[in-house]
């Protein structure tokens, strides 16, 4: 199911960056930093009272050529007209509407997507009164909101979260592995997908899966559904924006979302690039499967080093995603390219996978007595119980004595125990911790 995405618009200078930092700081509490994932500026994923989002700064969003602040505006009001659910736009509440603003809300007035009116900058409630003002702009919302100190960010998000369409319906059944393609553009995913799809024994599915702005491709292998999300979204090209990277990157997110299974397209002419790893954080992030494609490896130029030390790069720059298999594929000479989908299902059926209560405090206990974790303060962190509570990425809870004492380095080493136990190869693992009364 896809997120609802929320987008902030407005000239320069009235606040977008700080509201988006702010509202990006209320992460999920779950998703634990982890080091060497790139924080992105301008795209988050936020939450509201149990609702999930995508956030983006529009203001952030690089349109190659145009320098005119005005096209650069235009730009972005159309990006969020296109492909927000919300748009939040923001004004300066101390300074009044300006002619750039009346220019923004025109654009706004085009679109029957919601609009709420952020009056941004009532640091002190003798400004509350500001907010009358910008309901000439035409729009049903008007929030004053500080950014800096944080007020009114909660009004701001309830009446965000209000506006969003209800959640679709689970789209495919559960047995349907979800797959996507994602990657710097040019990386040769419409390639790969053209050369998955022309194997000899994949059966396309003569109806195409269809939803609210994606056109996705079902079919069959091996007697196993999948279905690649967002194919059009590679395929069919046009739209000038398609071609900015930053576009891109959105069309990335809101595949990641829909897939179980998240084929990371790296250009092996060109190699890593910082787009790359952005996108790999996002699947990392969203607790989906991948696996590595390294594509156009025909036109690399190799001795018998060249595939080790590439999968060594790819270590070192996504450590993060250190579970995720590497395949070296060539979209062109089609090398490779079978070893794919039995990946996918692999990866799959381990993202999927429930082990036993008992073996899996066995592993624990058995870890804990081999490599006790140090003490602090003459206090040591003690996990007395341990269970799976979700699949798809597999969830565990650790009921341990005291949260504080625990390590981000010995939760990685318990990690790595339940990998080395069981075969979690291609998944993220959660484990969250609770204190046992
Ligand atoms: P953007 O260009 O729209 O992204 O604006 P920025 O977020 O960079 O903010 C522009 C300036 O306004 C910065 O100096 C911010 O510190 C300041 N600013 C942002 N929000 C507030 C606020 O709520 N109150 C005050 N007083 N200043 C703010
Ligand atoms: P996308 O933007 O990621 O969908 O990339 P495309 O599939 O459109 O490919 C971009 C360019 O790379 C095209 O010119 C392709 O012909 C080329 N390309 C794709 N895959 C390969 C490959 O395996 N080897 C070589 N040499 N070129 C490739």
Not at 83 to 98: H, L, M
Not at 336 to 342: E, M, N
């Amino acid at each position: 199911m896809s997120l609802p995405v929320v987008a902030i618009v407005g000239r320069p200078n009235v606040g977008k960056s700080t509201i988006f930092n702010r509202l990006a700081g209320e992460r999920i509490a779950i998703v634990e930093d982890q080091p060497g994932i790139t924080r992105d500026r301008i795209y988050s994923r936020s939450e509201w009272n149990g609702r999930e989002f995508h956030l983006i700064d529009t203001g952030g969003l690089e349109f190659g050529e145009q320098d005119e602040m005005m096209d650069h505006i235009r730009n972005q009001a159309e990006l969020a007209i296109e492909e927000a659910d919300v748009i939040v736009f923001v004004v300066d509440g101390r300074q009044g509407i300006t002619g750039t603003d009346e220019e923004v809300a025109r654009m706004l007035h085009r679109t029957n997507k919601p609009v709420i009116v952020m009056a941004n900058k009532i640091d002190d409630i003798k400004y509350a009164d500001n907010v009358y003002e910008f309901y000439q702009l035409g729009f049903e919302h008007v929030i004053a909101v500080s950014s800096i100190h944080g007020t009114g960010t909660g009004d701001l998000l309830d009446e965000v979260v209000r506006h969003f369409p209800e959640p679709s319906e689970e789209e495919y059944d559960e047995d349907t592995i979800r797959v996507c393609l994602i990657g710097r553009p040019n990386a040769g995913k419409s390639s790969l997908v053209n050369a998955l799809l022309g194997e000899e024994r994949v059966i396309v599915s003569p109806v195409a899966g269809t939803t609210r702005d994606a056109v996705d491709t079902p079919f069959e292998f091996e007697g196993q559904s999948y279905v690649l999300i967002d194919t059009a979204g590679i395929r069919k090209r046009g739209k000038v924006y398609e071609s900015v990277e930053k576009y891109s990157v959105l069309r990335a997110m809101k595949a990641i979302e829909r897939s179980d299974v998240c084929l990371i397209v790296i250009d092996g002419e060109r190699g890593i690039a910082e787009q790359d790893k952005r996108i790999a954080g996002y699947a990392h992030e969203a607790g989906k499967a991948s696996v590595f494609v390294i594509n156009k490896w025909d036109a690399v130029e190799k001795d018998e080093k060249t595939m080790d030390r590439f999968k060594r790069k790819i270590r070192d720059e996504f450590q993060f995603m250190h579970y995720a298999p590497i395949l070296f594929v060539s979209a062109k000479t089609k090398k490779r390219v079978h070893q794919i989908l039995p990946m996918v299902s692999e990866v799959a059926e381990q993202h999927a996978m429930r082990v036993p209560t008992s073996v899996l405090n066995q592993v624990i206990q058995d870890a804990m007595v081999t490599t006790p974790p140090p003490s602090e303060k003459g206090r040591r962190f003690r996990v007395q119980y341990v269970t799976q509570v979700a699949v798809k990425p597999p969830a565990f809870v650790l009921f341990v004595n005291d949260p504080e004492l625990s390590h981000f380095s010995y939760l990685r080493f318990l990690e790595n125990q339940l990998r080395q136990a069981f075969p979690f190869q291609g998944t993220p693992l959660r484990i969250i911790m609770r204190k046992k009364n």
